[in-house]
């Protein structure tokens, strides 16, 4: 539980969310067993009905982890769909590649080494449809890297932005945490009110806002 839902309504929520495919369930329980980030499943929903209704060419994803987001992606988009990925661990990468080369899609996924801040500023390509999962602290940078070249109707999906509970209330507040939570605070209250841009912020999972680029 992340405080930001009442584990009851949590529980509720998860119970109804059909079963993902064999190898994203492998990849669920190594994440468990060996403490990984990954999506959580009510996020993983979310982000399977935002691909069906934006029906992307072109994905960016900022933290691939082992794969399990970007497989996702692949799963729940079409063939002519796309995937780049960006991780800055070596040890993360080489989980992903491998997890990724048993399935149908690896050769709709690209992974880039590299910090995400110093890959953005050398990437060419317009994005429809971008997931941040990276450093927290970080996510105004991100964002306004990506936000040159995300196309006009395309979506921004950050994770974890409310930093279980914590970035809407200084009570749940961790003291070596506090840089993290004002930085997050910056970039909720940015995307906000940005002219050409609507967001908006859902207290599922960990928190997740949802950025939409004006046509």
């Known amino acids: ?43 993983a929903q979310l982000l399977k009905v935002l691909l069906k209704l934006k029906n992307p060419k072109n994905i960016l994803e900022v933290g691939t982890a082992i794969g399990y987001s ?5 799963e729940y988009t079409g063939n002519y769909c796309n995937i780049t990925t960006i991780e800055r661990r070596s040890d993360m990468i080489d989980l992903a590649k491998e997890n990724i080369s048993k399935t149908i899609y690896k050769d709709r996924i690209k992974i880039l080494q590299g910090e995400a801040e110093e ?18 602290g970080q996510y105004m940078d991100f964002f306004n890297k990506c936000i040159k070249f995300l196309e006009p109707g395309g979506i921004i999906v950050s994770d974890n932005v409310l930093y279980k509970g914590m970035v ?5 507040v961790i003291r070596r945490k506090k840089t993290i939570v004002k930085r997050l605070r910056q970039f909720l209250q940015y995307i906000n009110e940005i002219e050409g841009y609507t967001s908006s912020i859902i207290p599922i999972g960990d928190g997740v806002a949802i950025t939409y680029r004006e046509e």
């Open 1 to 43: 539980m992340n405080q930001i839902n009442e584990e009851y309504i949590e529980d509720y929520i998860r119970s109804l969310l059909p079963d993902n495919n064999t190898n994203l369930k492998i990849m669920e329980k190594y994440a468990e067993e060996n403490h990984v980030p990954i999506v959580q499943p009510e996020v």
């Open 70 to 74: 970007a497989l996702l992606m692949a």
């Open 119 to 136: 890959v953005l500023l050398i990437l060419d390509e317009k994005y429809d449809f971008i997931f941040l999962d990276a450093a927290k």
């Open 168 to 172: 809407a209330t200084d009570t749940l």
